[in-house]
């Protein structure tokens, strides 16, 4: 007799950094924004309007979604919000890839892809990066069901410019073509530039880093009109009102305030020049960081071992133990004082 467990969707789950909440810390494992939302968010979320609770949210998310046109320049129905951009790349792999053919992605890159392809039953097949960790955009040539990469890569901080994803969108005409740039924010091109140009290209942002509400969970997409369509019909049929009224009130604050936006950035992008230069003083090896985090290794030491020392210090950094990087720290840039601190504790370690 077969039961209900004969039945269940088996799935391997994707494991988040940890999310520890220990007095004095420093966190520097999940890529989150060490500056507070900008002041609009703040003002707003003071004076939330409590009555409207009782009603259900605009399932067009259309506050939000006019923000964020107005900021790119694009038409509202080019932008498809979710739940956090995991939310919109998990909606687009069921909305997109549907062929019997396998999907493309990088061996090293967003642990959630596989994570997703298995759960979906979506057959994927993984191209390695090259001994620099770099993309070999020739690997994305081949006959596929779909590419998705993320722009910077996650988690090597690597970035490719326009011209890459442009060649890797020009071998790619008759499939979706995802590009993952939750990182993009932190110097470099948008893949945007490119929409009107490649009907098949869809960009996924997040306000979790750039925009620090990792908390509010807000994601978007942006393409063509018809791709936008495609992902909101997937979406009213199985969960109409997927943002709550609260993320689309505060996520449209932030989008509206531009130049607090650059102000983050820049200290953001100041820090991590500050923490490279440190770190290379120490020893550490690292591809040009693009993103809000490095990805380094010590010649001299173990990453496992310095994870482990760091911890024990109340400093936070993700160690991954998978092949190929098993001896590298990802650590997000957080304030100057959280970076100095981080930089002291290491030069006393490797006295
Ligand atoms: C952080 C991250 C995401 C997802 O972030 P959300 O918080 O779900 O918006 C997606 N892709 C990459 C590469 C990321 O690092």
């Known amino acids: 007799m077969k039961t209900w467990r004969d039945y269940v969707r088996r799935v391997v789950p994707y494991t988040p950094g940890e999310q520890p909440n220990r007095p004095g810390m420093i966190k520097l494992n999940t890529n989150e924004n060490p500056y507070p939302p900008a002041p609009g968010v703040v003002k707003m979320a003071a004076h939330l309007e409590t009555d409207k609770f009782r009603l259900y949210p605009d399932p067009t998310a259309g506050v939000l979604t006019k923000a964020l046109a107005e900021f790119y320049h694009v038409a509202q129905e080019q932008i498809f919000v979710g739940v956090g951009s995991d939310d919109v790349l998990a909606m687009a792999f069921q909305t997109f890839f549907n062929s019997e053919k396998p999907i493309f992605f990088p061996d090293i890159t967003y642990s959630f892809y596989p994570v997703w392809a298995d759960a979906f039953k979506i057959p994927y097949e993984t191209k390695a990066l090259d001994e620099n960790f770099r993309i070999r955009k020739e690997d994305y040539y081949g006959e596929n069901g779909g590419v998705v990469f993320p722009n910077p890569n996650a988690p090597t901080s690597v970035y490719e410019d326009l011209d890459f994803v442009e060649d890797i969108l020009k071998h790619n005409r ?41 908390g509010m969970r807000i994601g978007y997409a ?10 909101n019909d997937f979406k009213y049929s199985f969960n109409s009102y997927t943002m709550d009224q609260t993320s689309l009130v505060l996520g449209a604050e932030a ?24 770190l290379k003083a120490l020893g550490f090896e690292f591809n040009e960081p693009w993103a809000n985090f490095i990805f380094a290794a010590h010649p001299k030491y173990p990453a496992k071992e310095l994870f482990e020392a760091l911890r024990k210090a109340n400093i936070y950094v993700r160690y991954f133990s998978l092949p190929r990087i098993d001896n590298y720290l990802r650590i997000t840039v957080g304030t100057d004082a959280e970076m100095e601190t981080l930089i002291h504790f290491l030069k006393d370690y490797m006295k």
């Open 174 to 214: 008759d499939v979706l073509v995802i590009v993952d740039e939750a990182y993009i924010d932190f110097g470099g091109r948008s893949a945007l530039a490119l929409i009107e140009k490649y009907d098949n290209l869809l960009v996924v942002q997040t306000f979790s880093k750039s925009r620090s509400m990792a």
């Open 255 to 278: 989008v509206k305030d531009r130049e607090y936006f650059n102000e983050c950035l820049e200290k953001i992008m100041c820090t991590r020049a500050w923490t490279a230069k440190e």
């Open 222 to 231: 942006i393409g063509n009109e018809e791709l936008i369509k495609a992902l």
